[in-house]
């Protein structure tokens, strides 16, 4: 869905209207904080702050085949692979990388139930490229093809990359499951998780 409300919402944020911006931001900050709190811990304040820079500041330039939403989390991938860019000062592949190789601790994985607990741990340990496509599906909702704008890949690969991502979810899981059986259900649970992370469940 392209969400014409929301380009208007953004196109009369750059002409002044501070309320504007105030309904646009109380529509994606939610989603925008979930984005880096799942992969850093600290510095998510300042990277929600600087997507929404980028959104005003690249207003002007996008094309408004997509939403609002899906602009804000190009820009936040952008920001968030920078930023460990600039930590590293070194390239990356961030297909091969995790938030954990790259500094995200996993003690600070918390969830009431212990099968989100291990899925927030499996995450933060498979590559990150991998973890935002997951993100994106399970908690966020985006469609295929918002997904393929967000990762910036042909939309026909969104499919395989996300059941790969998914396996290697799997084998991050058996990893940390004390049992087969705990982690299939662990696995199985993803979609009911995820809809309580969503709901800022504690």
Sequence with gaps: MIGREDWALLDAWRGGDAG????????LVDGLTRFFASKLDREVEDLVQDTFVGLLDGAADFRRETSVRTMAFVIARRRLYDHFARKRRSPLDFAEVSAVDLGASPASAVAERQEHRR??????????????LLELAYWEDLTGPELAVVLDVPANTVRSRLSRA??????????LAESP????????????????VKARAP
């Design 20 to 27: 504007a911006g105030e309904r646009l931001f109380q529509t």
């Design 119 to 132: 899925l927030l741990l499996a995450l933060r340990t498979i590559p990150l490229e991998q973890q935002v």
């Design 166 to 175: 998914r396996d290697a979810l799997a084998a991050a899981l058996a990893r």
């Design 181 to 196: 059986e705990q982690m299939a259900s662990t696995l199985d649970d993803l979609a009911a998780w995820s809809a309580r």
